[in-house]
C-alpha cells in the first residue's frame, strides 16, 4: 500500500490523472491509505479532461450534505422536511488545497474547477465572499496589482472571517506577480493582520499560512523520547569510558528536534503520558542495560551509570531538555479526554479500518502489539497513541498566540500511515523525520 501511494503521489505530480485514477481503481485499499481530499483532487483533475460539468458536479457533491428539519406546513401541522446544504466554506479552502503540500502540487485542471463549484452554487445568491473573490481576481489579472488595494481587500475580509483575509494575502504571495520589495510588504501585512485576529484563529488552520514564520508546537511521542534517552546514557558511558559508542537501531531525529527548538523554531511538549512512559521504562534498569550489553564497556563502568539515582537524573534532564513549551491553561490535558474528542478519533478509526488492520499486521510480525478494541476488531491504535490523538486534536482547536502548526512527532506506523487523513480531519500533522519537519517550518 504504501509503494501503490507514493506512485499515486508520483502520477499527480506528473499530471497524469488517467492513470492515478486507473491505480486507484483498481486497488480499493489505496482509498484507506490517503485523504478524501486527495482522492478528490485526482477525480476532478482526471474527469475536467473528459467533462468539465461533471467534474464541477464532483466537487459540489463532496460538500453537499442533507439535513432533516421540522417545520410547520400549511395546515399548522408539524412536518419533517429534508434539505440540502453545501459547505460552501470547505469549498472555497479547496481553492488552496495544492499549495498546503511541502511540494506544490499541480494547481490546473483543479483550482479552475472549484471555482467554476463556488460560482455554480452562488449563481443565485449574492454573497459578501463571492465580492472578495471576484474583487481578488479582478485585481490579480492587472499587470502591477495595486499592494493597498490588496491589503484594504485582506482586511474586509478579515472582519467577516479572519483567516480568508489572510489567505488573500497568501495567494497573492504565491502569484508571482510582485517583486521581492512588494513581496516584503505583503508579507508584514499578513504579519500585521494576524496579530490583530490571532486570537481568532485556531492553530489547526494557521497550517495554511505557509508564509507567516510560526513556530510549529511539536508533541514528542515516546519512541523518539527514548532515542533522546539512549543518546544521553551513551554520551555518559562515553565520559567514564573516554571512547566514541556506537548504538545500533537509534534514529538521529531527535537531535533535529532539539537543535530547532534551541534555534526557536519550533515549540517542544511533552504530554504527562509520555513522561510516565519515559519514566516507566527507565525504571526497568535491566532492560536499559541490556540495550548496551554489545558494546565494549567494562562491566564495572556498566555499574557506574545503571544505577537508579544516576538513570533517574538523566531522565530528568532529557525530560528538562525536551519541554520548551508550558501551557497557561493547566487542565488541557484533562479537557482533551472530553466525549466529543474520544469520539471523533473513534470515528476516525472506523473510517480507516483497512490500514490500521495492515499497520496491525505489520505489527504482529514482531509480536503481540498492544491494541485498542473498537466494535469488536482489536486493530486501533493502544490507549496512550489515543490519548495523544486526543490531545494533538484539542490543540489544534486552540488559539495559542503565536503558536502555529501543532505536529507529533512519532515514527509509529499508526501516525504516520495516515499523517494526510489526520491532517485533513483534525488539523495536527505528523512529522516522522527531520525532512517532514522541514516541511513545516517556513521562514
Known amino acids: 500500500i504504501v509503494l501503490y501511494r507514493k506512485s499515486l503521489i508520483h502520477l499527480a505530480f506528473a499530471g497524469q490523472w488517467k492513470e492515478a485514477v486507473e491505480l486507484l481503481d483498481a486497488q480499493p485499499a489505496l482509498k484507506s491509505a490517503i485523504t478524501k481530499r486527495f ?24 460538500v453537499r450534505s442533507t439535513k432533516t428539519i421540522t417545520q410547520e406546513n400549511e395546515e399548522g401541522e408539524i412536518e419533517s422536511i429534508d434539505v440540502t446544504y453545501f459547505a460552501e466554506d470547505d469549498l472555497d479552502m479547496l481553492k488552496t488545497y495544492p499549495l498546503e503540500h511541502q511540494r506544490v502540487l499541480p ?29 481578488f481576481t479582478q485585481l490579480m489579472q492587472g499587470s502591477s496589482p495595486s499592494l493597498d488595494e490588496l491589503y484594504e481587500l485582506a482586511k474586509e475580509a478579515a472582519q467577516e472571517k479572519p483567516v480568508e483575509g489572510l489567505m488573500f494575502l497568501e495567494r497573492a504571495q504565491n502569484k508571482g506577480q510582485f517583486n521581492v520589495r512588494e513581496i516584503k510588504r505583503i508579507a508584514d501585512a499578513e504579519q500585521g493582520l494576524f496579530s490583530a485576529y490571532k486570537d481568532q484563529i485556531p492553530n489547526g488552520s494557521r497550517r495554511y499560512l505557509r508564509n507567516l514564520s510560526l513556530s510549529p508546537l511539536v508533541l514528542i511521542d515516546t519512541n523518539v523520547l527514548i532515542d533522546a534517552l539512549m543518546d544521553a546514557i551513551k ?31 519550533i515549540q517542544l511538549w511533552l504530554p504527562k503520558i509520555v513522561k510516565q512512559e519515559l519514566r516507566g521504562i527507565a525504571s526497568d534498569l535491566e532492560f536499559l542495560r541490556g540495550r548496551f ?21 538523566i531522565v530528568d534532564q532529557v525530560l528538562s531538555d525536551y519541554s520548551t513549551w508550558r501551557p497557561m491553561d493547566l487542565q488541557l490535558e484533562v479537557e482533551s479526554e472530553d466525549a466529543e474528542n474520544k469520539s471523533r478519533v473513534v470515528e476516525f478509526f472506523k473510517d480507516y479500518t483497512e490500514i490500521y488492520e495492515e499497520i496491525t499486521a505489520m505489527k504482529r510480525t514482531r509480536g503481540e502489539p498492544a491494541r485498542t478494541v473498537v466494535d469488536g476488531l482489536d486493530v486501533y491504535p493502544e490507549s496512550p497513541d489515543c490519548t495523544i490523538m486526543h490531545l494533538a486534536l484539542h490543540l489544534a482547536k486552540q488559539s495559542l498566540g503565536n503558536l502555529g502548526t501543532v505536529l507529533v512527532a512519532t515514527r509509529d506506523s499508526d501516525f504516520t500511515l495516515v499523517s494526510r487523513a489526520l491532517e485533513e480531519r483534525f488539523g495536527f500533522g505528523v512529522a516522522k523525520n527531520s525532512r517532514a519537519l522541514n516541511g513545516f517550518l517556513h521562514g
Open 293 to 313: 550489553s554489545g558494546l565494549l564497556v567494562p562491566p564495572t563502568m556498566l555499574d557506574t551509570v545503571f544505577r537508579k539515582e544516576v538513570i533517574s537524573e
Open 107 to 135: 494547481t490546473d485542471p483543479f483550482c479552475g474547477r472549484v471555482t467554476a463549484a463556488v460560482n455554480s452554487l452562488q449563481k443565485n445568491r449574492r454573497r459578501q465572499r463571492n465580492a472578495f473573490d471576484t474583487r
Open 39 to 62: 482522492q478528490l483532487y485526482l477525480r476532478v483533475s482526471f474527469t475536467s479532461t473528459q467533462n468539465t460539468n461533471e467534474a464541477t458536479r464532483l466537487l459540489k457533491d463532496f
Open 235 to 265: 554520551q555518559r558511558l562515553e565520559v567514564f569510558t573516554e571512547a566514541s559508542l556506537d548504538i545500533g537501531g537509534h534514529g538521529h531525529f531527535h537531535h533535529v528536534l532539539l537543535k530547532r527548538a534551541q534555534e526557536g523554531k
